[in-house]
């Protein structure tokens, strides 16, 4: 029963390196979505895909462009990373299809713990 | 604007203690409400969840939560903590196309 698989687990890279962060969900679950956590600042969307073929801009997609390569899979890319982006980045997935914001919870993977130098 | 506000950072209780922690929403209608919790180095895990219908609902753990129309409010409460529930708590709000999270109360157990 693996749910929501991210990987790497952990990743150190240097100012301007790319990056990709690979998600994949297995419960068939139409909505994804990409979050950073930061100390006291809680859980920030960055982007979502209500359902495959779509994704949207969530609350800070500045420097970051995703992927939903099949309903299974939702990748986030960091094209030239920056100091700022160090954070644990966690995906989530969800049944609710269409818009976000419906009555279903969301099922989150472990989190990948990035540190950029 | 639409807000979920946890109020306590951290909240210290003994082993056997009751809790509650605070959950305050802004929203003009009534949102789709959850609790989740974080053990150390771990995803999100759902306790419980609020729709409509009958304001005090059960979850895992031994957890229930309170929702109180009035108040703006969706507290978490656990009659009697264990050592391993100490974890962080995220109050959420999923309403017409948003999901705002709390910033979370980080949850110490005394023995």
């Known amino acids: 029963n693996a749910g929501v698989t991210q990987t790497p687990k952990f990743q150190v890279l240097k100012t301007g390196q790319s990056m990709t962060l690979q998600c994949a969900q297995d419960m068939n679950h139409n909505s994804m979505y990409w979050y950073r956590q930061d100390p006291g600042m809680g859980l920030r969307l960055i982007y979502y895909s209500a359902s495959e073929g779509t994704t949207d801009k969530g609350e800070v997609p500045n420097g970051y462009n995703v992927s939903r390569l099949n309903k299974r899979e939702f990748s986030l890319r960091l094209e030239s990373a920056a100091p700022s982006q160090t954070s644990v980045y966690f995906c989530?997935?969800?049944?609710?299809?269409?818009?976000?914001?419906?009555?279903?919870?969301?099922?989150f993977g472990d989190g990948t713990r990035l540190s950029i130098l | 604007a639409q807000s979920v506000t946890q109020p306590d950072i951290h909240i210290t209780v003994s082993e056997g203690a009751s809790l509650e922690l605070r959950c305050n929403y802004s929203?003009?209608?009534?949102?789709?409400l959850f609790w989740y919790v974080q053990s150390p180095g771990q995803g999100l895990q759902l306790l419980l969840k609020?729709?409509?219908?009958?304001?005090l609902v059960q979850g895992i753990k031994g957890f229930e939560a309170e929702f109180k129309r009035s108040q703006s409010s969706f507290n978490l409460r656990k009659p009697s903590v264990h050592w391993s529930d100490a974890a962080e708590y995220f109050c959420?709000?999923?309403?017409?196309?948003?999901?705002?999270f709390g910033k979370g109360t980080r949850l110490h157990i005394l023995p």
């Open positions: 959420a709000m999923n309403r017409d196309d948003k999901i705002i």
């Open positions: 929203y003009g209608a009534t949102p789709y």
């Open positions: 609020y729709f409509s219908g009958d304001t």
């Open positions: 989530a997935s969800s049944e609710a299809g269409g818009a976000i914001g419906g009555n279903q919870p969301q099922h």
